[in-house]
């Protein structure tokens, strides 16, 4: 079992930056891929970037591409989310979730809100115009 939290949302101007943070607990933390997702108000969670369990592998949102970068720090179980020239279209929920894939696995990352097995319970991020 992991357990996930959020931190480190608020109010920025566009073209700002924030760092999110998730931490995790449990023991076997680096067993699993990770992601963070969002979800605007009246839309449908949004799949934001994946890392893999060991981060050699990443994977992003074409909207969010060249401007957010995911990593994490499996001695402290620890996944980031570094969010650069924000914009106001970024503003939402911003949740981490946590799936734990087969070290086979072809991309070791999943983009998939529904094939994630734990979720966090998300800090917000406002861009303002």
């Known amino acids: 079992q992991v357990q996930l939290k959020e931190s480190g949302g608020g109010l920025v101007q566009a073209g700002g930056s924030l760092r999110l943070s998730c931490a995790a607990s449990g023991r076997t933390f680096s067993s699993y891929a990770m992601g963070w997702f969002r979800q605007a108000p009246g839309e449908e969670r949004e799949f934001v970037a994946a890392i893999s369990w060991s981060g050699d592998s990443t994977y992003y949102a074409d909207s969010v591409e060249g401007r957010f970068t995911i990593s994490r720090d499996n001695a402290k179980n620890m996944v980031y989310l570094q969010m650069n020239s924000l914009k106001p279209e970024d503003t939402a929920t911003y949740y981490c979730?946590?799936?734990?894939?087969?070290?086979?696995?072809?991309?070791?990352?999943?983009?998939?809100?529904?094939?994630?097995?734990?979720w966090g319970q998300g800090t917000q991020v406002t861009v303002s115009s």
């Open positions: 979730a946590a799936i734990e894939l087969p070290r086979a696995h072809p991309t070791g990352w999943a983009n998939v809100a529904e094939d994630y097995d734990y």
